[in-house]
């Protein structure tokens, strides 16, 4: 009876932690898009990581100093891929839309376990699960029928929804290929220091970002209202969704979360159309069905 109580536990963390993330995407994140992608990311990370490195950072310098080489390669990948690409790609897809299409961006970010099981089969010598291959071919035209419904691919000057998209699945790819990195480096790694190193290391890679684009003017730029959004992201769908999501990945095996975070984009749609008004067509629902159906599938079938 209790590992069924912790069964449940975890599913509803995970769900709680995907719908976080459904909210910064379409009523968080979109509102700082007066400021640059870089500069909005390194806040995101740099000031969890001075809040973290007040709780446990001396000890857990020590821990990231005793890691072997290799796997700290791996973290400096998680950080460049995961944190920094990955997460710059979505918000400046996120901004391009300009709170439009907000769902549609969001729903092809779960391309993510795609990227990552190829990948994983690529470098991990893992085995990919049965009518993969298939499966695949049906999320990538749920995701095209929901991107451009049932026309030639196009892009409107006032939407930008092609190159948002093509950032979305960019986004999918990085965070995909972290989840394969971050695979090696927790056999040796805590969850805490695995949670303080990807965000020490992010926030070098992305100070570099801010400091080649030029984006530290924005810090005299910054009003109340958005450093109102930004504290806000970090208490929500920012580094304590991560946690909550990890504290319930601990009771639930991986295809089972795989279908709790279905919670991300089922409550984008709901967020979009509670606080933007916006819907998806007929269209790009069907495309959104086929999608998330081949998105459980591939999950059920990946051993």
């Not at 992608?37 to 007040?54: E, K, R």
């Not at 918000?91 to 969001?106: D, G, P, R, S």
């Not at 279908?259 to 067509?281: K, M, R």
Request: charged share 10%; hydrophobic share 55%; net charge positive.
């Amino acid at each position: 009876m209790e590992n069924v109580n912790k069964k449940y536990l975890g599913a509803g963390l995970v769900c709680f932690a995907a719908s976080l993330w459904g909210l910064d995407g379409i009523v968080l994140t979109p509102r700082l898009f007066k400021l640059g992608v870089p500069f909005v990311v390194f806040i995101l990370h740099f000031v969890p990581f001075v809040f973290m490195s007040f709780l446990f950072g001396k000890r857990e310098m020590k821990n990231i100093v005793a890691l072997p080489k290799k796997d700290l390669f791996y973290y400096f990948c998680i950080a460049l891929f995961g944190g920094s690409l990955g997460t710059l790609s979505i918000v400046k897809a996120l901004f391009l839309v300009n709170f439009q299409h907000l769902t549609v961006v969001t729903l092809l970010q779960k391309c993510q376990p795609i990227f990552a099981l190829i990948l994983a089969r690529l470098i991990l010598k893992e085995k990919l699960g049965k009518n993969f291959c298939f499966l695949t071919l049906l999320a990538m035209i749920g995701g095209y029928v929901m991107t451009f419904e049932f026309a030639l691919p196009h892009s409107t000057g006032s939407d930008n929804i092609l190159p948002a998209c093509g950032l979305a699945l960019l986004a999918a790819f990085s965070f995909g290929s972290s989840t394969v990195f971050g695979k090696r480096i927790l056999t040796n790694s805590s969850f805490i220091t695995a949670l303080y190193t990807r965000f020490f290391f992010t926030s070098i890679v992305t100070f570099v970002f801010v400091l080649l684009s030029g984006d530290f003017r924005y810090f005299s730029q910054v009003t109340p209202y958005q450093w109102l959004i930004f504290i806000t992201i970090m208490l929500t769908s920012g580094s304590m969704a991560i946690m909550i999501y990890y504290r319930g990945l601990r009771y639930i095996d991986a295809s089972v979360a795989t279908i709790c975070e279905l919670a991300f984009p089922i409550s984008s749609v709901v967020f979009d159309y509670i606080f933007n008004g916006n819907l998806l067509t007929l269209q790009q629902f069907m495309g959104a069905v086929l999608l998330v159906f081949a998105i459980i599938s591939i999950g059920k079938t990946q051993k």
